[in-house]
């Protein structure tokens, strides 16, 4: 089984997004999704050297959610900072974060959710892969939200991939 589905979660999640695309729950629309879901990991095994651990697959879906439940307060948070900040009142900031993950998994992951988030933008990431570079749209004070990123979601990432 595993050779014909070398990495299972990719495998799910191509049917998952397929169904989703299609918006169709059709036997034409299962069957397309199944070739895909076993066709794209084959061809794209080789580019995949080595599995990403993932040590909670839970830990990972409730990661999920709490990000989404970030966007959602984050899009509020921004569009009260756009309508409603003077423009002097607004305190941009470059914030390096530095990084104890040593996931690529994870450390992408990170990166992602932190330009995901509105307001929030991952820039760089340093040539030794230990810190990122974020851009926030409004941050007073750059080391707490710098701590915030560390605790709210590098700390999560660590005990999912590490």
């Known amino acids: 089984m595993r050779r014909l ?32 879901a076993t066709v794209i990991p084959l061809l794209t095994s080789a580019w995949w050297p080595d599995r990403p651990r993932v040590k909670r697959p839970f830990g990972l879906a409730a990661y999920g ?20 900040f003077p423009r002097d009142r607004i305190r941009s900031a470059w ?41 926030a749209l409004h941050a007073p004070d750059p080391a707490a939200v710098r701590d915030e990123i560390k605790s709210r979601y590098e700390a999560r990432l660590q005990r999912i991939f590490e």
Do not use: C
Request: glycine fraction near 4%; charge should be negative; hydrophobic fraction near 60%.
């Open 5 to 36: 589905f070398p990495h299972p979660y990719l495998s799910l999640t191509l049917v998952v997004l397929w169904f989703l695309l299609v918006n169709q729950w059709k036997l034409g629309s299962l069957v397309m999704a199944v070739i895909l």
């Open 65 to 84: 959610l709490l990000v989404l439940w970030d966007i959602i307060v984050a899009n509020f948070q921004v569009a009260r900072i756009v309508l409603f």
């Open 95 to 135: 914030i390096p974060i530095p990084l104890d993950l040593t996931s690529p998994e994870a450390i992408s992951l990170l990166a992602g959710t932190i330009t995901m988030t509105p307001g929030t933008l991952t820039a760089d990431l340093s040539a030794d892969g230990r810190a990122l570079l974020v851009h």
